[in-house]
């Protein structure tokens, strides 16, 4: 089974939320996870055969949330070479805003440009569509651990 490193970006609690049950999950089917909130750049690349999954709503006008700003900017500055990287990303956002699931747009593109290899496709989530975020990352997070078995 997988280790995986979660890392949540929130400003009101949608995302540790969702972080929390899709963790429980892959607990539930045997996987390790660790959740890093706030998350460090040199933990997650301590651990380069972990997965990372990143888990991140959007704040203001399509920022990454601020307990996620210094990941991205380590990102950012450092370029590391995370070619042996596996990841996912679970993204909230409101889709009546432009900017819809930009922090979690932000995010894999960053891992996209150091080498980092995603596993499907980015779950968008839009919680004026989905009341409880978690029951929709439920049905994703299923899917998705079929691809890291």
Sequence with gaps: MAKLNLVVGSMLGASEYVADHVASLLEQAGHQAEIHNPASLAEILAEPEAILLVITSTH??????????????????????????????????????????????????LLAECGASRIGARLEIDVTQHEIPEDAAEAWIHDWMASIA
Excluded: M
């Design 60 to 109: 203001g006008a399509g920022d990454v949330p601020d307990n996620l700003q210094p990941f991205a900017k380590d990102l950012a500055d450092q370029r590391p070479d995370l070619s042996a990287l596996k990841y996912g990303v679970i993204a909230l956002g409101d889709r009546s805003y432009d900017t819809f699931c930009q922090g979690g747009k932000t995010l894999d593109r």
